[in-house]
C-alpha cells in the first residue's frame, strides 16, 4: 500500500516562505501527475498545485505566482515551496496522486498543519 509522507510545515508570519515535502512509499511519482493540496478548517480539500510526469506544472488560484511545486524523481519526493505566504494559506497541506477527476488516487496521509499569523 503506498504511503504519502508530508513535512515542513509550520508556523509562519505573513509574508514568509516555506517548504515542504513529501515522500511516497513506491516508485510512483515518477510516472504520474503529483499534486499539492490543501485543506483549511471548515473548507473542503483544494488542489493547488500539481507537476506532470514530464514536469510541466500548473497553479490554481491564489497559489499562483506564489508557489511553486518541483519534484526529485530519484527520491520519490516532490516540494512545494510557498512564499508570500498569507493567513488564508493557512491549512493542513497534502500531496498524492492526482486522479482523472482531480481528486487524491491514494490514501490520505496526515499532511502537514501550516499557519499563517497576521
Known amino acids: 500500500q503506498v504511503q504519502l509522507v508530508e513535512s515542513g510545515g509550520g508556523l509562519v508570519q505573513s509574508g514568509g516562505s516555506l517548504r515542504l515535502s513529501c515522500t511516497a512509499s513506491g516508485n510512483i511519482m515518477s510516472l504520474n501527475t503529483m499534486g499539492w493540496y490543501r485543506q483549511a478548517p471548515g473548507n473542503q480539500r483544494e488542489l493547488v498545485a500539481f507537476?506532470?510526469?514530464?514536469?510541466?506544472?500548473n497553479y490554481l488560484g491564489s497559489a499562483k505566482g506564489r508557489f511553486t511545486i518541483a519534484r526529485d524523481n530519484a527520491k520519490n519526493t516532490v516540494y512545494l515551496q510557498m512564499n508570500t505566504l498569507k493567513p488564508e494559506d493557512t491549512a493542513v497541506y497534502y500531496c498524492?496522486?492526482?486522479?482523472?477527476w482531480g481528486g487524491g488516487t491514494f490514501h490520505w496521509g496526515k499532511g502537514t498543519l501550516v499557519t499563517v499569523s497576521s
Open positions: 498524492n496522486v492526482v486522479a482523472s
Open positions: 507537476i506532470t510526469s514530464g514536469g510541466s506544472t
